[in-house]
């Protein structure tokens, strides 16, 4: 009768739930894990429209096949991106040039070598 009251006859029930509650937790970890793992693959335009800067910029960068001339862009970029204000465009810019030529060097495999 005291085990009833304090509700040990649910202790199974419960931990079901728990392993449940565990089992979906972990599924979702590995969802996300895996969908942030692929780079996706951008356009000139929609770098444009997420960071601005020269669109220009943003189509030499994706043309690209060569890692270390893309780790000299990406360099570059983040340069710049130092000398400029938080909050500015043009910090914006640059940011968005070092997240092109980042995308790229994954998309082409440069840090699997």
Known sequence: MFIEHIGFET?????????????????????????????????????????????NVYADILSMNDCANLQIQFDLADKNNEREEPGTPARRWTLGYMTAANNRMEEIGCYNK
């Open 11 to 55: 202790c199974p029930r419960r931990i079901y739930k728990m392993r449940i509650r565990f089992a979906l937790i972990i599924i979702a970890v590995a969802i996300l894990a895996c969908s942030s793992a692929t780079p996706k693959l951008f356009t000139a335009n929609d770098y444009m429209e997420e960071y601005g800067g020269n669109p």
